[in-house]
């Protein structure tokens, strides 16, 4: 049973442009929704998290949406660079779980220079 | 400092055989879970060991199968394997069961 749904599956953006992946979950008990960041050859690296206490959490060009009565959550990378071609998986834990992941599909963005 | 570490990198293996993987964590560390990433998919989770015990388990039959060693390091035992095996296979090491996960670049295992 995939919980979390992500999408776009792929995209591609230029230099300097805004990717957007969003998210969506279904078990409500969910309380931690981390965004992982994956290069090939490489195993999944932690970008930001974020709490459902609040709506918004920047840090750096890097931004988390997270609308919890939509169940939705989405990743915002502004100004857009080729080293960030990689790519990006969103998850979520509940506390019960202690920081046992559920991920989604993961989304192949590709930026172009 | 050294992060998560894992062995062997790749390996081949035909069906029906049996095959060990290995995992080092972070120094530090001493919770280590596992999760296998099939191509083009996410990670999903396997289990989880901390002192040397299974604390958790996700959706895998029992060929699936691990150890914790005293020394925090771990091994993922996969029997009779099947063509669907194939995948990712990625540790991640956490300062107990609530911290943050860090993996490992994990082992590339192919059935054929």
């Known amino acids: 049973q995939q919980q979390v749904k992500q999408s776009p599956q792929s995209l591609i953006v230029q230099k300097g442009g805004i990717s957007i992946i969003n998210c969506a979950y279904e078990?409500?008990?969910?309380?931690?929704f981390p965004w992982y960041q994956q290069f090939p050859g490489k195993g999944p690296a932690l970008l930001i998290a974020?709490?459902?206490?609040?709506s918004e959490k920047k840090e750096g060009r890097f931004t988390i949406s997270f609308n919890k009565s939509a169940k939705q959550f989405s990743l915002h990378i502004m100004d857009s660079q080729p080293g960030d071609s990689a790519t990006y998986f969103c998850?979520?834990?509940?506390?019960?779980?202690?920081?046992?992941?559920?991920f989604g599909g993961g989304t192949r963005v590709l930026v172009k220079p | 400092d050294a992060g998560v570490t894992q062995s062997p990198t790749h390996l081949i293996k035909t069906r029906g055989q049996q095959v060990t993987l290995r995992c080092s964590p972070k120094?530090?560390?001493?919770?280590v879970s596992w999760y296998q990433q099939a191509l083009g998919q996410g990670p999903q989770f396997i289990f989880q060991?901390?002192?040397?015990?299974?604390?958790q388990r996700g959706n895998f039959p029992d060929r699936f199968s691990g150890h914790q060693f005293p020394n925090y390091s771990s091994e993922l035992n996969v029997n009779a394997l099947l063509l669907g095996d194939s995948a990712l296979y990625l540790c991640?090491?956490?300062?107990?069961?609530?911290?943050?996960?860090?993996f490992g670049e994990g082992s590339r295992l192919t059935v054929l």
């Open positions: 078990n409500t008990a969910f309380d931690y």
């Open positions: 060991y901390y002192e040397e015990e299974e604390r």
């Open positions: 991640a090491s956490s300062q107990d069961s609530t911290g943050e996960l860090f």
């Open positions: 998850a979520a834990s509940y506390k019960a779980a202690g920081n046992k992941l559920t």
């Open positions: 120094s530090g560390h001493d919770t």
């Open positions: 974020i709490r459902p206490d609040v």
